[in-house]
């Protein structure tokens, strides 16, 4: 097939990689501007640019291609089969969306009709998913309301961020090889989304962070899963943000002030949650590096029934 893959992140570029590899014919690439990153502002090319140079595949960077009427008709010029579609990061117009014969699908990094929108692997997390999964669907002009035309399932267990991304890039790219030629045969059945179960997962905000001790140990878990590496889970102790990487959940019969610190050893820092014992494992001081709390006391010092906010 003639295909347009639009995508930006590495989530995306994994997707490419198993397209590209499958032998269909990747004419034309659609990423992200790239942008200046860290604090040398070194301008970075993002992941599928970089993967489409190797495989010297043409690539379109509009600003915001609704805006574009050039990158419309390089795309229109092409004469795509099928558009694909993987975190690309700006809405799709409807005449993209209209134009390929085999119309638009994207990779999406959820079990829909469950968790559409910009942050689907960090809100699986946080909300206690016991599973997840990747959903192949035909776009249509709404947040990720089309019909679904194939899924594949994961476990999150314990897994954090990054942790789950990986493998979920990894089985969206499998699952992506494995329907297109179905889809290219018209062989494929759509379903549709029951919109009774559609949940949402917004963006994602650095406050988002922001760790609240009356909360049960069982959530602040899971957000300090969600949030690595970014924007990680933090709190503030002694007037200084501490991120709290690693950490894990203690069975507790009684009850104390939210945030107070019950213990300090080798073992970790036992802090009184809503409800339960949160035992960190993993901190970071700001300009330092992560460290386990055991290599933290080496040379510091964690105060004993503080309140951390």
Request: proline content about 6%; glycine content about 8%; aromatic content about 4%.
């Amino acid at each position: 097939m003639k295909i347009v893959f639009m995508g930006t992140p590495d989530f995306a570029a994994v997707s490419l990689q198993s397209v590209i590899e499958a032998g269909h014919q990747v004419g034309l690439v659609v990423t992200q501007p790239d942008k200046a990153r860290d604090r040398g502002k070194k301008v970075q090319l993002t992941p599928v640019k970089e993967l489409a140079i190797a495989h010297d595949i043409p690539v379109l960077q509009p600003e915001r291609i609704k805006n574009s009427p050039e990158t419309l008709e390089t795309i229109k010029a092409y004469g795509p089969d099928i558009i694909i579609v993987a975190a690309y990061g700006q809405i799709i117009p409807k005449t993209l969306l209209e134009l390929p014969p085999l119309g638009c699908i994207n990779v999406h990094a959820s079990l829909l009709p469950k968790l559409r929108g910009a942050a689907p692997i960090q809100r699986a997390i946080l909300d206690g998913e016991t599973e997840t999964g990747i959903t192949i669907m035909q776009m249509n002009e709404g947040l990720d309301t089309g019909d679904m035309l194939a899924k594949a399932i994961t476990p999150i267990g314990q897994m954090n961020y990054e942790q789950l991304h990986d493998k979920l890039a990894i089985l969206g790219g499998e699952l992506l090889a494995e329907v297109l030629p179905w889809i290219k045969a018209r062989q494929l059945a759509a379903a549709s989304q029951d919109e009774e179960e559609a949940t949402y997962a917004p963006r994602i905000m650095k406050q988002d962070g922001k760790i609240d001790f009356n909360k049960s140990a069982e959530e602040i878990e899971r957000q300090i899963r969600a949030f690595d590496p970014w924007p990680g889970a933090f709190c503030s102790y002694m007037g200084k943000t501490m991120k709290i990487w690693q950490a894990r959940v203690l069975e507790s019969q009684g009850q104390d002030v939210p945030g107070k610190v019950l213990s300090v050893s080798d073992e970790g820092v036992d802090i009184a949650c809503g409800s339960g014992i949160l035992r960190v494992l993993q901190i970071q001081m700001p300009g330092k590096k992560r460290v386990s709390v055991k290599d933290f006391l080496r040379g510091n010092h964690i105060e004993e029934n503080c309140i951390l906010e």
